[in-house]
């Protein structure tokens, strides 16, 4: 098992565009959380999957934002109509079940870096 | 609501000298909390934990022991090393069905031969 992997690293678009993130979890883990993370500061979560189910969303994401996770394994981050806001790093981890996530904390990818010009 | 602080960085240091990086937190109900490291260019890695009070979490020579009493959760090491430079988040995790994590703003540590 290779860890959680995301594709790509670094992503530079227009604002305006439209981007999308993949996300690889570890293949036995069921859970799936994206997070952003801007210069200077820790990570902010986002959303949350249990296989393929979306059960909790921050009010970061806004209607631009959509995720979804196909089948409960690997697991897609849509930004339509880009703004430099928008501008992170976006972090994708995964765990097993909530008792281990709370008990061991959980796996992060390297994550991709956006940036909106 | 459910909030983690650090000490403000970067926190610079000489090779061999004394490290602690504090960590105070705000939640409800009784959680875990964690640090993670995160070295240049790389995700984030989970370096201890502890998911009760009085708990010591250790790992690579460090260590933070979780004070209810204070809401604490300080980061120590006794002799820091070059390769131990990079940004330290401590984090804890609410006790709900979510597990997400709520992150401190990071301290950076330099290190210097």
């Known amino acids: 098992d290779t860890g959680v992997s995301q594709d790509p690293r670094h992503k530079i678009t227009k604002r305006g565009q439209n981007v999308t993130f993949r996300c690889d979890p570890i293949?036995?883990?069921?859970?799936l959380y994206w997070y952003r993370q801007t210069l200077g500061q820790g990570p902010e979560f986002l959303t949350y999957f249990q296989n393929e189910a979306q059960l909790e969303k921050s009010r970061l994401l806004s209607d631009r934002f959509s995720a979804e996770r196909p089948k409960g394994s690997f697991s897609t981050l849509e930004i339509q109509r880009t703004e430099q806001g928008d501008s992170a790093m976006y972090l994708c981890?995964?765990?097993?079940?909530?008792?281990?996530?709370?008990?061991?904390?959980?796996?992060f990818g390297s994550g991709t870096r956006l940036t909106v010009v | 609501g459910n909030s983690v602080t650090q000490m403000e960085g970067p926190v610079t240091l000489s090779e061999e000298a004394f490290l602690t990086i504090n960590c105070t937190y705000t939640?409800?109900?009784?959680?875990?909390l964690f640090w993670y490291v995160q070295y240049p260019g790389e995700g984030l890695q989970l370096l201890l934990k502890?998911?009760?009070?009085?708990d010591k979490g250790s790992n690579k020579g460090f260590e933070a022991t979780y004070r209810k009493e204070t809401t604490s959760f300080h980061l120590e090491k006794g002799s820091v090393q070059v390769s131990d430079s990079a940004v330290y988040f401590c984090a804890l995790s609410v006790p709900s069905n979510t597990g997400k994590l709520i992150f401190g703003q990071g301290t950076t540590l330099q290190v210097k031969p």
């Open positions: 502890a998911t009760k009070a009085d």
């Open positions: 939640a409800t109900g009784y959680p875990s």
């Open positions: 981890a995964s765990s097993g079940r909530a008792d281990e996530a709370r008990d061991r904390g959980y796996t």
């Open positions: 293949s036995e883990h069921n859970r």
